[in-house]
């Protein structure tokens, strides 16, 4: 069983969503590990409510990012980590982390990437006045929220949405993409071409979206 | 009835959707004009068979920017025209021409902006392995490819699409919701606040889409 780390910068019931996904079999992956960058006491709740193991490993008590980072991957290795995720995760991580764990590390960005690279994503959309957002699950490369596609889902913007309406309807699509992609990688059934994403036997979808709707 | 002027660069099916789309009185608008910027026979002759005037002002024959669109500016007012649609036309417009045609001037982009700005755009998705890509229709503002969003649609990429069928799926949305968009505002529905674009009456869609589709 693919034993995965998460790590996460503050709470996110996305955690909870992947640990959940395990638990009950859907994805068939084991978290094994949480370090978390940041003194945030709910994803180590989280962790230990599930039997997981949890570190904390604060940034700011390294004195650059490759020391800071050099703590994670001697971690990662430690516990015998097959494969990381980024969770709500809120440092770039340099190239030298990137290629060490190239392949086996993916994140969850909520826009449908290229647009909205960064953050305040949510905000930047509704000022921005598209009519569909959504969220990016892929492979990580040095850019930031760049590399292989594996899943994007789409959701429409409506006109009373606020930052935070929009984020929640973001937030759940992710977790379905993000349990989806780890399941598809979990199984074996993902591979990357000349940076392109090739899923296993699964379809893209039939329909298209207009909004607003067309009469 | 809104008076309509398309300027076109070069042969669109599109054009053609939104002449017949006026001549079956789905849009309640009659394109008055049809103006082309190149040496392009076809936009020419569909305008001649459908009874509408067309003429060829070539920006090549004019010494800068400027002195070709007061050309175009002064035919378009020598027809009464009301509305200019940019139907894949190629040159970028001054600030001047846009401030005198302020939100009475839309582009069709086939891409979901503000993603792939400027050409080449199917490509460009293609190389990124982005798994949507779609169409905006927006009034025009002065930096290219941006302004208030009426509509947009999305489609999904395929895994064995070309640049060329994903034009083709990309195209089909286009007439739609530039049919639509035209239709909302000669029905007087559509206004602008803060450069957003609310139209009186219509829905977002309610679903989400994955691509792959998740199981």
């Known amino acids: 069983m693919l034993k995965v780390a998460a790590l996460v910068s503050r709470d996110g019931t996305l955690l ?17 590990l949480v370090i978390c960058n ?5 994803p180590l709740q989280r962790a230990a409510q599930a039997g997981i193991s949890a570190i904390v490993i604060r940034h700011q008590d390294y004195p ?29 991580l340099t190239p030298w982390f990137v290629e060490q764990w190239r392949d086996r590390l993916i994140n969850c960005h909520p826009s449908l990437l290229p647009a909205f690279k960064g953050w305040y994503t949510c905000s930047r959309a509704l000022n921005a006045g598209v009519k569909f957002a959504g969220c990016t699950v892929h492979f990580v490369r040095p850019p930031m929220d760049e590399g292989p596609i594996i899943i994007q889902a789409v959701v429409p913007v409506l006109l009373e949405d606020t930052p935070a309406t929009l984020r929640g309807r973001i937030l759940k699509v992710e977790k379905r993409c993000f349990a989806q992609a780890l399941q598809w990688i979990a199984a074996g059934r993902v591979r990357i071409e000349n940076e392109r994403v090739f899923v296993e036997g699964v ?13």
Chains 1, 2 share one sequence.
Do not use: W
């Open 16 to 32: 909870q969503a992947l640990i959940d996904g395990c638990k009950v079999g859907e994805i068939q992956a084991e978290i094994a």
């Open 38 to 42: 940041a003194n945030s006491d709910r």
């Open 64 to 92: 650059d990012r490759e020391t800071f980072e050099r703590e994670l991957h001697r971690c990662l290795q430690e516990h015998g980590i097959d494969f990381v995720c980024l969770i709500q995760f809120n440092r770039l």
């Open 203 to 215: 379809d893209a979808p039939s329909q298209v979206l207009l909004n607003p709707c067309a009469e």
